[in-house]
């Protein structure tokens, strides 16, 4: 059975006096008191098993994750627009998978979030304590809901966008890893040997290019290590449809599996429209 454990990532990634410094003060910091014992207990099995079939399935059946809500409405309270919990979403979306041993649809997470205890620890408790201040202070209550379904529903859909490349990339012969740690603390969605992968998607809020967006790219995240890492993007333009989820095309995705194939260079992207 493939599994990928948390000492998988420290090996490769916290190899330089930044990546360790990096990883002891996330590991110390008060917010982590819950979160790092659970992301460094993580296996990550279930997405090596997932075949096309099965993130499509998905896909079609999961319900509009973003509901009715349209994005002037969904951007409109900058506190959720910036929120980000103590357990990074990847955090919890990994820990759904592992749990249910299946891809989730997002009413079978958001389910997970209400319903399970961790999940309501890690998500669906944050979630409305922050609405519950925002209310308090006056912001309208369908609106603090509608901008909370807006940031969970698009993290969702970038998930589902994540696992799709990854179970794609897999299926073209690359031995891609995942692991939540990699991917909330170096930003690395995957990688394979010493090659990490990053999937941006075109959303000026977030990461685009190498020199815009508010997350610091794990190139430079990860610079100092030592031997060297090669570091590939794979930039995905922002989606044209309302609420369905942007996959690659096979053609992009072939064009990737090769480059991720050939070790020369330090970086390079693939964009995807």
Excluded at 193 to 221: C, D, I
Aim: hydrophobic share 40%; proline share 4%.
């Amino acid at each position: 059975m493939t599994e990928t454990t948390a000492d998988d990532v420290l090996e490769l990634f916290c190899a330089s006096a930044g990546t360790k410094k990096r990883f002891e003060d996330w590991k110390s910091d008060p917010r982590r008191a819950e979160v790092a014992p659970v992301v460094l207990a993580h296996r990550t099995r279930v997405l090596y098993r997932l075949a096309e079939g099965d993130v499509l399935d998905v896909c079609r059946r999961t319900e509009h994750a973003l509901g009715q809500v349209r994005r002037e409405v969904g951007e409109s309270v900058p506190q959720i627009v910036d929120w980000h919990p103590d357990f990074a979403f990847t955090h919890t979306f990994h820990t759904c998978v592992e749990r249910m041993g299946a891809l989730p649809t997002y009413q079978r997470f958001r389910e997970f979030s209400l319903d399970d205890d961790d999940g309501q620890r890690m998500l669906g408790k944050p979630a409305k304590d922050v609405i519950r201040r925002l209310v308090g202070a006056g912001c309208p209550q369908w609106q603090a809901q509608a901008a909370m379904r807006w940031r969970i529903g698009n993290a969702y859909y970038g998930f589902l966008r994540e696992v799709y490349t990854l179970m794609q990339l897999r299926r073209r012969g690359i031995d891609l890893r995942v692991h939540p740690l990699a991917d909330a603390l170096f930003r690395v969605d995957a990688w394979v040997g010493r090659r990490a992968l990053s999937l941006r998607v075109g959303n000026k809020k977030f990461r685009q290019g190498t020199n815009s967006g508010r997350k610091t790219p794990a190139e430079q995240l990860l610079a100092d290590v030592l031997p060297p890492l090669h570091f590939d993007t794979i930039e995905l333009g922002a989606a044209t449809a309302f609420g369905e989820v942007h996959l690659p095309t096979a053609v992009h995705l072939d064009h990737a599996a090769a480059r991720l194939t050939d070790h020369g260079g330090t970086t390079s992207a693939t964009h995807m429209n």
